[in-house]
């Protein structure tokens, strides 16, 4: 079983930066592929970013691309989501989740576990 911690939510002007933190812990993390959703108000849960357990292979959604960076760090067991120039569009609430295979998938389905969220909110 794996446990998912985010962090580094907050409230920021458009235009402006923020940087997501997923802290795994658990006997399970080892090998797994990380994702990143967020669900706004009144709205389906949406695909963000996936990395592989490598680091190597990454997907962005369409909406993301060019403004939002995943990365891990597998020693320290943490998942990063770097948000650059931020639109009122990307307020959610961003959650963390991970994937029993090494490979990523954009696939909300295909995770298995999945942290309680952090809320991100940009102001207009």
């Known amino acids: 079983q794996v446990q998912l911690v985010e962090s580094g939510g907050g409230l920021v002007q458009t235009g402006g930066s923020l940087r997501l933190s997923c802290a795994a812990s658990?006997?399970?993390?080892?090998?797994?592929?990380m994702g990143w959703f967020r669900q706004a108000p009144g709205k389906e849960r949406e695909f963000v970013a996936t990395i592989s357990w490598s680091g190597v292979i990454t997907y962005y959604a369409d909406s993301v691309k060019g403004r939002f960076t995943i990365s891990r760090d597998n020693a320290k067991n943490t998942v990063y989501l770097q948000m650059n120039s931020l639109k009122p569009e990307d307020t959610a609430v961003y959650y963390c989740a991970s994937r029993r295979r090494s490979n990523s998938s954009k696939d909300l389905k295909e995770y298995d576990y999945w942290g309680q969220g952090t809320q991100v909110t940009v102001s207009s």
């Open positions: 658990g006997r399970t993390f080892a090998n797994y592929a």
